[in-house]
């Protein structure tokens, strides 16, 4: 995954519609940082983001999610994780149990739109369109901020010997904080704020090891390996829509918006004080837009 090899890979999916005897109509839909394909099965419908009607969609499970291989479930040590990792684990799903060469199409969000945008550059050919929806080709100084202060928390209890479940109402936190606007949250009620912070010491679902896998996975992305953002760009052979929030604080735009520049790509941008969250604010919008793109 990271460089490392894992003796046994199990990658989660669940499927929506039929694949076509020539194998041409499936769309690959990865989860987000963090997500799980029960958490996709909502956004796939006739008013959603992507309607199975003549499609074969496949919703994966990246790794690191605690469903498919992850820190959390295995059995000995595990090696790091990283977006071409997941990549290339959903390319040989595709083409080992399903016989799928080439993609309809590619879609994902937040996390699951680095890995699309990994599709459209390492892939290039095997994919007919892609919809990276509020990703990133690669993170910036604002990004990589926000998911570094998350792994410090999270290693210096382990390096201390202290169990790191104790960091996550603090990591909780910071995500919280990231996720809207400053000016969304200040029109908050302040018992409406101090309950936010009370939520981010529940109990989740998160381990803090797959947390932390999958942020280090998203540090370290950048579909250019180093180079210029431009070399990538002109790899992108895909009929593609770049889906950026403009007040984004936890994916920033602009890596977004310099790529689709530079490929030539257009650009949907959801303008609202949502940031992250303007998926949902802006859900009505958005999934027409995408339905469209992607039976076009």
Same mark, same amino acid.
């Given at each position: 995954m990271g460089g490392g090899r894992v003796a046994e890979c199990r990658i989660g999916f669940r499927t929506f519609g039929e694949l076509n005897p020539e194998?041409?109509?499936?769309?690959?839909?990865?989860?987000?940082?963090?997500?799980?394909t029960e958490d996709l099965e909502p956004l796939i419908g006739p008013q959603g983001l992507v309607d199975p009607e003549g499609?074969?969609?496949?919703?994966?499970?990246?790794?690191?999610?605690?469903?498919?291989c992850s820190p959390s479930n295995a059995s000995g040590s595990f090696?790091?994780?990283?977006?071409?990792?997941?990549?290339?684990?959903?390319?040989?799903?595709l083409t080992e149990r399903f016989g799928i060469?080439?993609?309809?199409a590619v879609m994902g969000i937040s996390m699951g739109g680095m890995?699309?945008? !990994?599709? %459209?550059? $390492?892939?290039a050919d095997r994919v007919v369109r892609a919809v990276p929806?509020?990703?990133?080709?690669?993170?910036?100084?604002?990004?990589?901020?926000?998911?570094?202060?998350q792994l410090r928390a999270i290693r210096a209890l382990e390096q201390a010997g202290r169990d790191p479940r104790q960091a996550m109402p603090a990591v909780y936190a910071m995500h919280q904080f990231a996720l809207e606007t400053p000016e969304r949250r200040a029109r908050l009620p302040l018992a409406d704020a101090a309950a936010l912070l009370d939520q981010t010491?529940?109990?989740?679902?998160?381990?803090?090891?797959?947390?932390?896998?999958?942020? !280090?996975? %998203?540090? $370290?992305?950048?579909?250019a390996r180093g180079g210029p953002l431009e070399a990538a760009a002109a790899r992108v052979r895909s009929q593609s829509?770049?889906?950026?929030?403009?007040?984004?604080?936890?994916?920033?735009?602009?890596?977004?918006e310099e790529f689709a520049r530079q490929a030539g790509l257009p650009v949907l941008a959801l303008t609202s004080d949502c940031g992250h969250r303007a998926t949902a604010c802006e859900e009505a919008y958005l999934h027409r837009a995408v339905r469209r793109f992607l039976k076009r």
């Open positions: 194998k041409s109509n499936a769309v690959l839909f990865p989860t987000w940082f963090g997500g799980r499609l074969f969609v496949i919703a994966v499970d990246a790794p690191g999610n605690g469903i498919s090696p790091g994780i990283t977006i071409p990792g997941m990549v290339e684990s959903q390319r040989r799903l060469e080439r993609l309809h890995q699309t945008f !990994e599709w %459209m550059t $390492a892939y929806v509020i990703g990133s080709p690669r993170l910036n100084a604002n990004d990589l901020l926000l998911w570094n202060a010491g529940a109990p989740g679902r998160h381990d803090p090891r797959d947390w932390a896998a999958q942020l !280090e996975a %998203m540090i $370290a992305h950048d579909v829509l770049v889906v950026v929030a403009t007040r984004d604080q936890m994916v920033h735009p602009a890596p977004a």
